[in-house]
């Protein structure tokens, strides 16, 4: 449950940034490119076509179009200002296309992963190829494969660098479990596993060359070192890339590969999200939403239409600081606390023996001793480590220079603990209906339930929902090949 809320509540935000790239997507087919000038009724007396060193005095194009055109973003999260009725349009444009690529199922979601997923392979390296001929995009790969070791002594690094694998890979958040619900059960996820966690980490590479060798030709344009270009969050995407472009040849057709790459890679993720709470109603409430909506379609369109909703308040001038509030307390702080809690119940709990004889009856192979000590050891210590350092490093979220107020920050734990208050509670509601005293309620709760000793079985001896009530939080039909479908508790 706090995997499915935590899906839900980052595709209400995650959508905002497919807005922004197609806005910017349908700004590239402009010549010259709006940010490329400071001739413009948005831009500021301060507004400078290249960066200074003295940043405190002056924006560039490229910022002040993101600021005062795109966003036009109000002085702090106290002033909401009005809906920017141009994202709006977008954002419903960004959930249309969503919902044409899941509302008929993950047979077709696939189908459309084999292009979204692929086809920015072929932009990255025609990035790559064009960058690395770029004056002084040298000096930027340089900056970006010579490693700072006294950086690795900073537990903020090894945090966000967690967080940042966390949310690459899908950690935590469903996705894989919701996607892989439907392989065949002999699906081997040992490759499957190997496959995405390599490919991720070389795409990421990959995109680091891209982006660095940018980075490289924007300090040689701009005289100033690469290490004060390198920026997080949007600022990245829609400030530093977009004024690259401005200065390469050809500046439209790369910014628009650039940010339909972006429009591919946003869809990925995002469908990849909502699918998680498509799957998790449809599995749990079939018949009831059935009779509701009549069609899965209409129910996908439900869920669509609701996280449209919510998305609202990121299309207004605020957008921007509630997005930020919302991917901090999110995205780093909810994810960890959820992450080390499944990592517990899933190598401790339910325990790697159990795990082995899963995989092997899947796979027909036991898993080796590497991902036994894995499971039993290294990965409980290192999410405990990293959780525990990332309570003690937490900073309050903030924007560029802008400090979110105190109530901000409250409003912002508040957006953490809605998804993981579902595992206090769920905890508080087992502890709640199993049978016994304190200790025997707790030892029952964190003791996984013999399925398949009890499908061993004769079917009297099952006894039925009501045979085991502590235990029967979860009711559901299992179809075993010598009886007639039964039913037990899970």
Not at 42 to 66: G, K, L, R, V
Request: charged share 10%.
């Amino acid at each position: 449950m706090a995997s499915v809320a935590i899906s839900f509540i980052m595709c209400t935000y995650y959508n905002v940034v497919i807005t922004w790239g197609l806005y910017y997507l349908f700004s590239s087919f402009q010549a010259p490119l709006p940010w490329q000038s400071c001739n413009n009724t948005w831009n500021t007396p301060n507004c400078t076509e290249h960066a200074t060193n003295d940043s405190a005095y002056s924006s560039t194009a490229s910022q002040e179009f993101f600021d005062y055109k795109v966003l036009e973003r109000t002085g702090g999260v106290e002033e909401t200002g009005v809906i920017r009725w141009e994202l709006s349009l977008l954002l419903l444009l960004a959930w249309i296309l969503i919902y044409l690529c899941i509302f008929k199922g993950v047979k077709s979601t696939g189908k459309v992963v084999y292009f979204t997923a692929l086809f920015p392979y072929v932009i990255l390296f025609a990035l790559l190829i064009n960058n690395v001929q770029l004056p002084g995009a040298l000096d930027g790969i340089t900056f970006f494969i010579v490693p700072e070791w006294d950086k690795l002594l900073s537990v903020e690094v090894w945090v966000n660098a967690a967080a940042q694998i966390f949310n690459s890979i899908g950690i935590g958040f469903g996705s894989l479990v919701a996607m892989s619900s439907y392989n065949s059960f002999n699906n081997n996820v040992l490759k499957d596993t190997l496959a995405i966690s390599i490919i991720n980490s070389l795409t990421s590479i990959l995109a680091g060359f891209v982006i660095f060798s940018a980075f490289g030709y924007m300090s040689h344009l701009q005289g100033i070192p690469v290490s004060e270009l390198a920026v997080d969050g949007p600022g990245l995407v829609f400030v530093v890339y977009p004024q690259a472009f401005a200065t390469m040849p050809v500046a439209q057709l790369w910014a628009v590969m650039f940010f339909f790459m972006l429009l591919c890679l946003g869809l990925d993720s995002e469908f990849a999200m909502v699918e998680v709470m498509v799957t998790s109603l449809m599995d749990e409430f079939d018949q009831n939403l059935m009779k509701f909506f009549k069609r899965k379609e209409l129910f996908v369109l439900g869920v669509c239409g609701a996280a449209l909703l919510l998305g609202i308040p990121y299309v207004m001038q605020v957008g921007i600081y509630v997005f930020q509030l919302m991917d901090h307390y999110t995205a780093i702080v909810s994810i960890l606390f959820l992450a080390f809690f499944e990592v517990i119940a899933t190598c401790w709990c339910y325990g790697v023996k159990r795990l082995s004889d899963n995989l092997e009856e899947m796979t027909g192979k036991r898993p080796n001793i590497f991902f036994r000590v894995c499971w039993q050891i290294v990965a409980p210590l290192l999410i405990t480590v990293i959780l525990v350092f990332a309570i003690i490093q937490f900073k309050p979220a903030r924007y560029e220079e802008y400090v979110f107020p105190p109530w901000a920050q409250g409003v912002g734990w508040v957006i953490a603990l809605a998804s993981i208050i579902w595992i206090p509670l769920g905890a508080i509601h087992t502890m709640w209906v199993l049978p016994g005293s304190f200790t025997q309620k707790l030892k029952l709760s964190i003791t996984p339930f013999a399925l398949n000793e009890m499908s061993k079985m004769p079917y009297y001896e099952r006894g039925g929902a009501d045979t085991y009530p502590g235990i029967a939080v979860i009711s559901s039909t299992i179809h075993l090949p010598e009886k007639a479908p039964i039913q037990t508790n899970l």
